[in-house]
C-alpha cells in the first residue's frame, strides 16, 4: 500500500478524562512511515443544530453564555445527542427549550466535523420551518443562560462579516442553509 493511504497503528489507547459531555484520551499511534507520537483526542456523542426560520423569514437564534470563552455567543439552538436518540430527536428536544418554539417541518441540510484536529465531534444541521410559538416554554437545563433573538438573514450575514461573537458550527450551518434563505 501506498505511503499515505495506509492508517496508523493504534499501539496505546488512555482514557484520562471520562465527562458528562465528552470524553478525553490520549492515543500512541504508529504511522505508515514508521514513526511514533502521541495524539489527544476528545470523543464527543455529536451534536444536532437548527436553523429556525419564521413565517416573516426570519432566523431564530440564542445568545448564550459559553464559559470557555467568558462571554455570550450568537448561536443557532444546539444540543449533544443523547444516546437514547438521533439527532433529529436531539433538535427537536432543544428547539423547544432554547427558543420556544416548535417546528412542524424538518430538513436534513448537511454534517460535518466541528474541529477534527482534535475531536470526532460531528454536527448534523436541519432547518426547521412551520414554526409554531409554544405557549409555555420548557424547562432548560440549569446550566443554561440564553436568551432568544431574531434576526433577517441580511443581518445574520452581516454579525458574521462583521465578526460579532458568532460559533462556527453556526457560521457552516447559516452558509449550508443559504440556497434556503435568500
Known sequence: MPLGRELPQLLKQRLFHKGRKFDFEVN?????????????????????????????????????????????????????????????????????????????????????FLAPGYSDEIIYAFLARDLEKLDTLPERDEDEDLETVLLTPEEMETAILEGELVDAKSISSFFLARSFLL
Not at 39 to 67: N, S
Open 28 to 112: 500512541r499511534l504508529r504511522l505508515p512511515n514508521k514513526s511514533e507520537g502521541e495524539w489527544e483526542c476528545i470523543r464527543h456523542p455529536g451534536g444536532a443544530l437548527a436553523i429556525p426560520i419564521t413565517a416573516e423569514g426570519k432566523l431564530v437564534l440564542v445568545r448564550q453564555y459559553r464559559f470557555a470563552v467568558q462571554g455570550r455567543l450568537l448561536e443557532f439552538p444546539a444540543g449533544t445527542v443523547e444516546s437514547t436518540e438521533d439527532p433529529l430527536e436531539t433538535i427537536q428536544r432543544e428547539i423547544a427549550e432554547e427558543t420556544g418554539y416548535s417546528a412542524q417541518k424538518w430538513d436534513k441540510i448537511g454534517e460535518f
